[in-house]
């Protein structure tokens, strides 16, 4: 008896298999280690940073490096047959290959920039790619548990478009929820009954 999984199968397994693993090793190594809370360019008075860990943007950032250079020769190659009609196909390729590499470096710039610096009455949001904004906890609607895999927290401020999203593996997640449960009791109080945590 052969053991024949479909590409689909492989795909389910590694879809569940990949973030638990990357969780669990980070639960691990910060058990081991745990993050600084404090990245060192706050102002006086921040009491912890949550924000993404550095292999997570540096990851994306070398993936957008390698699809722009990989891009970029596949154009170069692509000029030398310009007069063979199959390399239009060639051209096309290699241009969606280096706008898709800019695209994931502009990403791994955003999670570095991404940001949540809590102080005793306030937290300082700086988004990927908008000016940070400063919130009060009381202005804070409503938490939510995120859509992605990895879980974590999505923050709705009133009179705010959109949300603030913390994900679980982000340094300093467990004080940012010691600090939501202190200073915003109803909203976590509600997150725990609806959702548990």
Known sequence: MTLNLSPVL???IAM?????????LVRRSDRKRPPSTVVGDEAYGVLFTVRARRWNYLLLRIIGIVFIVVGGFFFLATLTLLDDPDAIGMLITAVAMVLFGILFVYLGVGQKRRRVEAYDSQLVVTPMFRAARTID????KHIRPT???FGGLDIKVNGQRGVISVISIDA???????????RAPAQWNDFVRVFGH
């Open 172 to 182: 300093a997640y467990p004080e940012l929820c010691a600090w939501l449960e202190q």
């Open 10 to 12: 492989i795909a389910l």
């Open 137 to 140: 906890p009381t202005a804070i």
């Open 147 to 149: 859509t992605n895999r």
């Open 16 to 24: 569940i298999a990949i973030p638990a693993a990357v969780s669990a």
